[in-house]
């Protein structure tokens, strides 16, 4: 046990002053952050900085476009529908969906990989090396590479509206956000022919937004709540049992034959 936290806890993100007030980082809750957007208040909760306007509209539209989908067949969604469907309470069913958000192949895992993979490729471009050399040596080495390629289908349909949001807002021109797509190019003219998905987007106008990777996580972590909490009010309204049942005769069974227990 560290004796110097007994009883005390030494903290720059704020306190409840019973009665009064509530301070966040230093700021006045009430009479600083009332009117503000709540994008705003987590932003600079997570970071400590101040975001433009236009920034803070920006990382509500990655909220919006990327990750709110209303689809219960989708990983997390279907949790949540289950639950729903179980009957039990709006907060079980989006804490058990956002937790299973937590994987490396979906979710935040792959925008934290994907924002440590630009930057370490940004890095190498800086010490002077060719980004096809890079790109090609990284594929070999690890076989994937984060933020590209997508199962099921080629093309990532977030990737059109998203930019379209961040041309008319003026962040298409971010360093990081350029060189996710002269990476894509890089792959498109190679035999891999593999395209980015939304994930090295999100990571990219993060990074050039001054993100870190533990800010990244942190704030993208709520993301997918929307899309969770439709799927949940939509299956709570159905019976017990009646997301995607399945019967077990439809199984196709070529396993050990039923036996006997002795006793």
């Known amino acids: 046990m560290k004796e110097e ?5 030494v903290t720059e993100m704020g306190a409840w002053f019973s009665g009064e007030r509530v301070v966040c980082r230093g700021k006045d809750l009430f009479s600083e952050f009332g009117g503000e957007r709540w994008m705003h208040l987590l932003l600079y909760g997570l970071t400590g900085r101040e975001f433009t306007e236009k920034q803070i509209l920006m990382f509500e539209q990655l909220w919006v476009l990327c990750s709110s989908y209303p689809e219960p067949r989708l990983w997390n969604n279907r949790v949540a529908a289950l639950t729903g469907t179980a009957k ?3 907060s ?3 804490a058990a969906g956002i937790a299973v958000t937590e994987a490396k192949i979906y979710g935040v895992p792959p925008l934290v ?3 440590r993979f630009l930057k370490r490729v940004q890095e190498q471009v800086d010490r002077g090396g060719d980004l096809n050399q890079i790109v090609v040596s990284e594929l070999r080495e690890k076989r994937v590479l984060a933020g590209f390629g997508r199962p099921i289908v080629r093309k990532d ?3 059109e509206p998203l930019m379209y949001q961040a041309k008319q807002l003026g962040f298409s021109e971010g360093g990081y956000l350029k060189l996710a797509f002269e990476i894509e190019e890089q ?3 190679s035999r891999f022919r593999i395209s980015m998905n939304i994930a090295v987007l999100v990571a990219a106008l993060a990074a050039d937004f001054g993100l ?3 800010e990244l996580e942190s704030w993208a972590t709520l993301g997918f709540s929307a899309g969770i909490v439709f799927c949940f009010a ?3 309204k159905k019976p017990e049992g009646a997301f995607f049942p399945f019967r077990c005769e439809r199984i196709s069974y070529q396993g050990a034959e039923s036996r006997k227990w002795e006793n």
């Open 5 to 9: 936290f007994e009883e005390t806890w």
């Open 113 to 115: 990989t994907a924002m």
């Open 92 to 94: 079980l069913g989006v």
């Open 234 to 236: 939509d299956a709570s």
């Open 212 to 214: 870190n990777e533990q």
């Open 88 to 90: 039990a309470t709006a």
């Open 187 to 189: 792959l498109q003219k």
């Open 157 to 159: 349909e977030r990737i």
